[in-house]
């Protein structure tokens, strides 16, 4: 993943503006160490930190068309890249980067080209015939993106928030699926998919439609010319996507660069549950193994890191990103720059263990609706910003457009979740790669229960967590908590204690309102807590508070150390709180 920061029409093209946007582009340098370029034109600057994937010798950023009239700083990687090209024969490129189609596109296209890039992208385009300019951000948001606006009248955009926070009056998160033009002075919409609607769909389950639409996502992302590698937790999603990356890559353009054996990698605390399961499969596929091992006060030293480089005080996210946080940074060291990942399965097929108690296909659908849209201000988000804190880029085929538009076309009768047919979440995708003949994994794997990446990395880091915010946090805080937080007041201590430290980083209210909030049990949206009376007594994101369904459920074990909750009298005082989906973990 690169950094990208533009300002543009800020009234001012003076050396000193020139200098700062030096100084706050090098904020982003750990998203990319391999470059960093800057492009002015008048009053408008476009800086670049580039991470290297593909054409790492001539792919420098930015980027232009022929006549350099059109310029393009981009995050992202375009996987239809060489089709593209051959649609624009007329035109001469500079590079063999992906990204470098953009302007040519622009070119013939105009505004309308956003739609046919197939990838993860977030870009600021700036057409210098007439000073206009566009920004978009890719169809779920995978990149992270951020706009923003000064008093100068000048507008900002960049990948992460503290390129920008300090300099902007207001800002936000940019909108995915969305572009931004100059000319309008508006966001609108680009991607504009069927299930968007969340109307209820009707075609059958294809058990060989699902799977082929899925290994066509996953392969399509073995585009690389750097080392790379899975991310491997030995759940469904993260083991699918070991098994068909092994299967596929020999022959490819990476396997003759880099060799045809898979490197996998997982964390966990010693002994936990991850990462006795990711070691069988890695033992089944043959790839070349890597545990990393980390400890809770290994965790917890790194929190103020993980909340600087994540921009977040969601609770689920925190917890989620600080392994995926410290893995990152090991498998950077190792010489790796790229990997695969298992994001976005649960929210496309209802795969967190709330999603047992849907009462209809209708009500199911419709959160997994509610959960893909949220993605980039968790999963999403997470996943970019853990890996791009060490200059390591995530790709994550489940949430390729063609493969959602198969998967949430399905009747959502055949994802409801049915014990008593031996049906278990994401049945349909488990028994898509149910292939006895050619076997893609141990059934047991194959059928491994849900397991969200913050508990499988060991029970003991979540419940380690809330023991330390309580050594921080005081009951006589937490009873203040919401005057001191009107906005998404916490009401644990231990999301006390992260929102601290967020607010220490990012101290403006512009900064505190892009981080969503609302009730939540196991990664649920606050409309789906309706759905059982009991969970709003226990609103843990932890997928252990669903206690019917989990295997280590809270109240299967000795009871978990506990955090003080805001009296429900204060509660009842707080200014109506912003209600989103809440964060939710990795790889199972």
Not at 357 to 383: G, M, S, V, W
Not at 393 to 398: C, K, L, M, Q, S
Request: proline content about 5%.
């Amino acid at each position: 993943m690169c950094g990208i920061l533009a300002v543009l029409g800020c009234s001012d093209d003076s050396q000193a503006k020139r200098v700062r946007v030096l100084e706050l582009s090098r904020r982003l340098k750990h998203r990319g160490p391999d470059w960093s370029g800057l492009y002015q034109h008048g009053d408008c600057f476009l800086a670049h930190q580039r991470l290297a994937i593909i054409d790492p010798a001539s792919g420098d950023q930015p980027l232009y068309n022929e006549d350099k009239s059109i310029v393009v700083t981009v995050n992202g990687e375009i996987y239809n890249h060489e089709e593209l090209r051959k649609r624009l024969p007329n035109h001469k490129f500079r590079t063999g980067s992906d990204c470098d189609v953009i302007a040519h596109l622009y070119e013939e296209y105009g505004e309308n080209f956003v739609d046919m890039l197939d990838g993860m992208f977030s870009f600021v385009l700036l057409d210098t015939r007439d000073n206009s300019f566009i920004v978009a951000r890719d169809a779920i948001g995978i990149t992270s993106l951020y706009i923003g606006w000064s008093l100068d009248g000048s507008v900002w955009i960049a990948s992460e928030l503290k390129g920008l926070n300090d300099d902007c009056e207001h800002f936000e998160s940019f909108p995915p699926g969305h572009l931004y033009s100059s000319k309008e002075g508006a966001l609108k919409r680009w991607y504009n998919p069927t299930w968007f609607s969340e109307a209820i769909p009707s075609a059958p389950y294809d058990p060989l439609a699902l799977r082929s639409a899925f290994e066509t996502a996953v392969i399509k992302r073995l585009m690389t010319d750097v080392p790379f590698g899975v991310l491997l937790s030995g759940g469904l999603d993260s083991s699918l996507v070991a098994s068909i990356t092994a299967r596929h890559l020999a022959g490819t353009k990476a396997a003759k660069q880099w060799g045809a054996q898979l490197h996998s990698f997982c964390v966990g605390l010693e002994g936990s549950p991850d990462l006795k399961a990711a070691k069988e499969v890695a033992d089944y596929l043959g790839t070349v193994h890597h545990e990393f091992h980390f400890t809770v006060q290994d965790g917890i030293d790194a929190i103020e890191d993980v909340i600087y480089h994540i921009e977040t005080y969601d609770v689920t996210t925190i917890r989620a990103s600080t392994p995926m946080f410290l893995m990152s940074r090991k498998i950077k060291s190792l010489g790796v720059k790229m990997v695969i990942s298992g994001e976005g399965s649960d929210e496309i097929f209802g795969g967190y263990l709330y999603f047992h108690k849907a009462p209809n296909k209708e009500e199911f659908h419709r959160e997994t609706c509610r959960k893909i849209k949220a993605l980039h201000q968790y999963d999403c988000l997470r996943a970019n910003k853990s890996t791009s804190a060490w200059g390591l880029e995530a790709r994550v085929p489940f949430l390729d457009k063609d493969f959602i538009n198969v998967a949430m076309a399905i009747d959502p009768e055949f994802k409801l979740i049915k014990k008593d047919q031996g049906r278990i979440e994401k049945w349909v995708l488990r028994k898509a790669f149910d292939d006895e003949e050619h076997p893609y994994l141990p059934k047991h794997i194959l059928y491994r229960q849900k397991e969200q990446f913050s508990d499988g990395v060991g029970y003991s880091w979540i419940d380690g967590l809330k023991s330390h915010a309580a050594l921080h946090v005081t009951d006589k805080m937490m009873l203040n908590a919401a005057r001191i937080f009107p906005h998404n007041t916490p009401t644990t201590k231990e999301a006390y204690y992260y929102r601290m430290i967020f607010e220490r980083f990012f101290p403006q209210n512009s900064a505190r309102n892009t981080v969503p909030g609302g009730p939540s049990v196991a990664c649920s949206t606050a409309t789906a807590v309706a759905w059982d009376a009991e969970w709003s007594k226990n609103l843990d994101p932890s997928g252990r508070a669903i206690c019917e369904v989990h295997q280590q459920a809270y109240d299967k074990q000795a009871a978990p150390v506990t955090s003080s909750i805001v009296p429900p009298e204060i509660i009842d005082n707080v200014p109506q709180m912003k209600v989103s989906t809440p964060g939710v973990a990795i790889l199972s």
